[in-house]
């Protein structure tokens, strides 16, 4: 499954954060003997839908969609230049699908900053200039030969032109993702076994004094520095209160510091969309389950992430929209009133969709 990469300075509250991770942590919640590495949190994107469906079809559990969180340990300055830890870090950037990087707001004496000072935008560039250092190495050897070949090989030209304007954007000290040339795009596709590690999609997480939290005007400075990245607020040492506490207590907690849903469900949320990720829905007695599924997938594919048996023998799907089943109140009242819908091979999977599908075994 797909990964975000958890990075950041020293002393940002990155381990703080990562425990409360792994304390909300579905995998060992839900699959008591599954192999748990140290440094992956498994984490549930909440989806209030689900308790509902569970509710409907008398489900014994609720199994929501996870993300994989991986926690990237090492020193960050220097890394490009390759020395020991430095090259293990970026392997393990290589490695994630998505980068998270935490970033110190809060401003605790005691808490020594690394370069001396509470600066955001100081340690963001502190981060992307290693990567953007790493980028332009990968493309510096590659270059010459690109060049060469591109004389004599006129379908090389493309390549080469990408990987000369990318090395601009880099040069100017700005990521690929910054300048929409993100993993999966039409722009990126000829960087693609480059594998540049700006090219990944970023998200940054603040951790900021709680008093920050409800700081609008704050986080539209912290936001407009990232953009147009995702920027997450939240107090790791709050985060880690909440994860000790059972459901009523956190919410107490929660309501009095203003906050809605934990910081940590935002992240799992916010996390799995940067990702390129969706869900669709299944409910019976057994369980109510949300599946992942890459945004824009077909029937057939979302078929396969349950069985490739599914996949395979796919006849239809039966359709029903969460809200319309919610108002119809029952699958056969849905039935009754014309929202059940029979789709294809063709259809492409929207948010919301509760599934039955019909296969050949
Ligand atoms: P890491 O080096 O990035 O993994 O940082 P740690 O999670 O080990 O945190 C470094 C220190 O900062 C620890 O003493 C934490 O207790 C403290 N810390 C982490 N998050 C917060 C926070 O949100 N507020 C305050 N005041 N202290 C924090």
Avoid at 67 to 75: E, L, P, Q, R, T
Avoid at 294 to 308: D, F, L, Q, R
Wanted: glycine residues 8%; charged residues 25%.
């Amino acid at each position: 499954s797909l990964t975000i990469g958890i990075v950041g300075l020293p002393n940002v509250g990155k381990s703080t954060l990562f425990n409360a991770l792994t304390k909300n942590d579905v995998l060992a919640a839900n699959y008591p003997f599954a192999t748990i590495e140290p440094n992956v949190g498994v984490v549930g994107v909440p989806d209030p839908r689900l308790a509902k469906l569970a509710e409907m079809f008398s489900s014994q559990r609720v199994l929501p969609a996870t993300v994989d969180f991986v926690d990237i340990a090492g020193i960050v300055r220097g890394a490009s230049e390759g020395e020991g830890l430095g090259n293990k870090f970026l392997a393990n950037i290589r490695e994630s699908d998505a980068i998270c990087q935490v970033i110190r707001a809060f401003k605790d004496e005691n808490v020594v900053h690394v370069d001396g000072k509470i600066s955001p935008k100081s340690d963001i560039e502190t981060i992307n200039t290693e990567l953007i250092l790493a980028d332009l190495q990968t493309i510096e050897k590659v270059l010459p030969r690109l060049q060469k070949e591109a004389r004599v090989k006129k379908d090389i030209q493309p390549k080469l032109k990408a990987v000369e304007s990318a090395k601009e954007i880099l040069d100017a000290g700005r990521t690929l993702f910054a300048a929409g040339i993100a993993q999966g795009t039409e722009a990126a596709e000829p960087l693609h076994d480059l594998h540049l590690l700006t090219t990944k999609p970023f998200l940054y997480v603040f951790n900021v004094d709680e008093d920050e939290l409800a700081d609008e005007s704050f986080k539209d400075e912290q936001r407009a520095l990232v953009a147009p990245a995702e920027a997450i607020f939240l107090d790791a040492k709050l985060e880690a209160d909440l994860a000790e506490l059972d459901a009523d207590e956190a919410l107490e907690l929660l309501q009095s510091v203003g906050q809605e849903e934990p910081g940590l469900a935002t992240l799992a949320r916010v996390g799995f969309d940067t990702l390129g990720l969706q869900t669709y829905l299944t409910a019976g007695p057994k369980e109510a389950r949300a599946w992942t599924i890459k945004k824009g997938a077909t029937a057939p594919e979302a078929a396969g992430v349950i069985h490739t048996d599914f996949q395979k023998g796919f006849i239809k799907a039966e359709v029903i929209s969460y809200d319309d089943l919610v108002e119809a109140g029952s699958v056969a009242d849905s039935r009754a009133a014309g929202k059940a819908r029979m789709e294809g091979k063709e259809y492409v999977m929207q948010d919301g969709d509760v599934v039955e599908f019909r296969f050949n075994v």
